[in-house]
């Protein structure tokens, strides 16, 4: 059973710029959620997606967005990168469930440096 | 708001050492609570999980009780290992609202031969 997969794996862009990262939940999993991660500090959640729509939103701008495809893989897109966007970015997917019970199975994430 | 605070590291230990990671959290509803850890080069694998008061959640040793009285849920191993050396993390989700984790800082730990 292959888990959840990211890409890519490492990213470099500058400030301004867009930038797109995927994510391929595990199989059997419905539900997507994506966590930034800065240097040194917890995972912050950002969105998650169950069934293709929007299903809670941290604390993050209207730059941060995202979308969930019918196989329920997902891609979370950045606008107008900042200096403070440097960060990993972690994707995790859970078995349809309770939610609060269901254990949340993380990929490896994508390294994203803003210059 | 919901939040979770672990104690700072890093926590460096001699192999066969007892190993305690202090984490309390403040919640607004009704919280399951995890640790999770991340090996070097690794992605965050969760470590064990207690979804109410009173139960102890253990893996590989490692240990954890849900205390709601002191609202805390500390990790514990009485002997690690070389390959224990990685990121803590403890984390809580409320169950009526999602499946959001919120985590703690982490807590590095450093174990040497």
């Known amino acids: 059973e292959t888990g959840v997969t990211q890409s890519p794996t490492h990213l470099i862009k500058t400030r301004g710029q867009q930038v797109t990262l995927r994510c391929s939940s595990q199989?059997?999993?419905?539900?997507v959620s994506w966590y930034q991660q800065a240097l040194g500090q917890g995972p912050q959640f950002i969105f998650q997606?169950?069934?293709?729509?929007?299903?809670g939103r941290g604390n993050f701008p209207p730059r941060f967005s995202g979308l969930q495809f019918p196989n329920y893989s997902s891609e979370l897109n950045v606008n107008a990168l900042e200096l403070d966007d440097s960060a990993l970015y972690l994707c995790?997917?859970?078995?349809?469930?309770?939610?609060?019970?269901?254990?949340?199975?993380f990929g490896p994430g994508t390294r994203l440096t803003v210059l | 708001g919901d939040s979770v605070t672990q104690m700072e590291g890093p926590v460096t230990l001699s192999e066969e050492a007892f190993l305690t990671i202090n984490c309390t959290y403040t919640?607004?509803?009704?919280?399951?609570l995890f640790w999770y850890v991340q090996y070097p080069g690794e992605g965050l694998q969760l470590l064990l999980k207690?979804?109410?008061?009173?139960d102890k959640g253990s893996n590989k040793g490692f240990e954890a009780t849900y205390r709601k009285e002191t609202t805390s849920f500390h990790l514990e191993k009485g002997s690690v290992q070389v390959s224990d050396s990685a990121v803590y993390f403890c984390?809580?989700?409320?169950?009526?609202?999602?499946?959001?984790?919120?985590f703690g800082g982490g807590t590095r730990v450093l174990v040497k031969p």
């Open positions: 919640a607004t509803g009704y919280p399951s």
């Open positions: 207690a979804t109410k008061a009173d």
């Open positions: 984390a809580l989700v409320i169950k009526a609202a999602g499946n959001k984790l919120t």
């Open positions: 997606y169950y069934r293709e729509e929007e299903n």
């Open positions: 199989s059997g999993h419905n539900t």
């Open positions: 995790a997917s859970s078995p349809p469930g309770p939610p609060g019970v269901n254990e949340q199975f």
